[in-house]
């Protein structure tokens, strides 16, 4: 099942914020409302949101009427401004969007725009779809049959248009006889492991454990994590990897206990260009820390600081894998080739 389509001039979303409770799905026909629900962690995943993203154009230009094409082109650099500013973390987002507007400026008549970005949308829709499967086959070579595998945040098709890239890795490994199990960290403050991946695993029928955050220490001081495996939001030249929050602490610990640590993501992700320190960190609600169920459960007026990413070095990285292969150290070197 694909977690985003487009018919008949609506994007099609599944609300991954009312999973587990109720499968719900979008319905979206504008670009405005494609930032807001992807702001809102409606729509959730660095591959996804891209998607999300390049469909929200098409929207902005099937929602025009006239015939100047200089005018559209003009509200899709708008509309662009506005997606990319929705999350500014995640590399894929402005991936997709660049390559629309390149497609953009080769249009010539408002139709031929149109028609080239709903085109280009479901070539970046179909292309993920093809990318996570490969990134999984090669993944495949990582998972020794009977690995105890820790994952965090979720990865898997709830966070791409299907199959997913780290938990794309462990569901191919499942499908194909691999005896493993899974430890899934609730990856607070929004739950995206206890919602989203426990119920992706519990889908594909791979045995798995969830366990808080803190615990992750605990699990791999008793020998219980044979590996760790997430997933990415941007990937630098010198391999610094920006991801949810608390992969830094993951990898910090899976370093000092001996745990291979490895990196899953799609060409889309790596961003050749931007400096570790001028990575865009998004700064999120307070609220999402203060409340839960929209119950305050801390005193009120707490100062909170509430990054959605951290940034792990690559010397506590083992691997990145991609669709066109694993990528081992020294990634200065070995991620530009």
């Known amino acids: 099942m694909r977690s985003i389509f487009f018919r008949n001039g609506v994007v099609y979303a599944l609300d991954s914020s009312k999973l587990p409770y109720r499968e719900s799905w979008l319905r979206l026909t504008s670009s405005r409302q494609v930032a807001s629900a992807i ?26 009427g006239g015939s100047d094409v200089e005018k559209l082109k003009k509200r899709i650099l708008k509309a662009s401004e506005e997606l990319r500013l929705a999350r500014p973390t995640g590399r894929n987002l402005g991936w997709a969007v660049e390559r629309c507007l390149r497609k953009m400026e080769e249009a010539k008549t ?28 090669n993944g495949l ?16 098709g709830l966070g791409t248009v299907e199959y997913g890239t780290a938990l794309g890795i462990i569901r191919l490994a499942w499908e194909e006889g691999r005896r493993i199990s899974v430890l899934a960290t609730e990856t607070r ?3 995206q492991g206890a919602r989203l991946t426990a119920w992706e695993l519990k889908k594909y029928g791979v045995p798995f454990k969830l366990i808080c955050d803190s615990m992750a220490g605990y699990v791999m001081a008793r020998g219980m994590v044979d590996k760790v495996l997430v997933g990415a939001d941007r990937i630098l030249a010198t391999g610094h990897v920006a991801n949810k929050i608390g992969t830094l602490t ?10 291979p640590f490895y990196v899953a993501a799609p060409s889309s992700t ?16 307070p609220s999402e820390v203060t409340h839960f169920l929209g119950r305050l459960i801390t005193v009120e007026g707490v100062e909170v600081i509430n990054p959605a990413f951290d940034v792990t070095p690559p010397e506590l990285i083992s691997g990145i894998i991609t669709e066109k292969g694993i990528i081992q150290p020294p990634y200065g070197e070995n991620i530009k080739t």
């Open 39 to 64: 702001r809102r962690m409606q729509i959730r995943g660095a591959p996804l949101i891209g998607v999300a993203a390049a469909y929200g154009l098409s929207l902005e230009a099937l929602r025009y």
């Open 141 to 156: 070579e990582l998972v020794r049959d009977g690995d105890r595998i820790l994952t965090h945040c979720n990865t898997g």
């Open 270 to 285: 790596f961003d050749l260009s931007t400096k570790p320190s001028d990575i865009p960190i998004e700064e999120r609600d």
């Open 250 to 259: 993951l990898a910090v610990l899976a370093k000092h206990y001996g745990v």
């Open 110 to 137: 408002v139709k031929d725009l149109k028609k080239r970005l709903l085109e280009e949308a479901g070539r970046i829709a179909d292309e993920d779809v093809e990318t996570n499967l490969r990134i999984a086959r």
């Open 189 to 191: 403050p929004l739950l």
